[in-house]
């Protein structure tokens, strides 16, 4: 059974940090590219960033460049996503996903790209 399980969400202030990890599990997370996607209330889900197996290409996108970074433990099959300086625009529910195949670096925000999604965890970002 495949299992991506999100954790680290929570209340934080503007300017904040928060770490977030997703556990994979139930497929072979080292050949899979894995993204952290984000849905707010009344907005539709959009692509944070991507990460290939290796760890060595990375794509974000352009409302997280220089504040997020993605990164993963192959050996511990676990995702991550370090957030610095919050704003308020960055509350949603995070998502972790692993691409069905090979990711395009031009399209790597495409939805159908992934089959594998966990359950989410929520980020709220408020004074």
């Known amino acids: 059974e495949v299992q991506l399980v999100a954790s680290g969400g929570g209340l934080v202030q503007p300017g904040g940090s928060l770490r977030l990890s997703c556990a994979a599990s139930?497929?072979?997370?080292?050949?899979?590219?894995m993204s952290w996607f984000r849905q707010a209330p009344g907005r539709e889900s959009e692509g944070v960033a991507v990460?290939?197996?290796?760890?060595?290409?990375?794509y974000y996108a352009d409302s997280v460049k220089g504040r997020f970074t993605i990164s993963r433990d192959n050996d511990k099959n676990t995702l991550y996503l370090q957030m610095n300086s919050l704003k308020p625009e960055d509350t949603a529910m995070y998502y972790c996903?692993?691409?069905?195949?090979?990711?395009?670096?031009?399209?790597?925000?495409?939805?159908?790209?992934?089959?594998?999604w966990g359950q989410g965890t929520q980020v709220t970002v408020s004074s």
């Open positions: 139930g497929f072979t997370f080292s050949r899979r590219a």
């Open positions: 990460i290939y197996t290796g760890g060595g290409i990375t």
């Open positions: 996903t692993a691409a069905r195949g090979w990711i395009a670096g031009g399209t790597w925000s495409r939805q159908s790209d992934y089959d594998y």
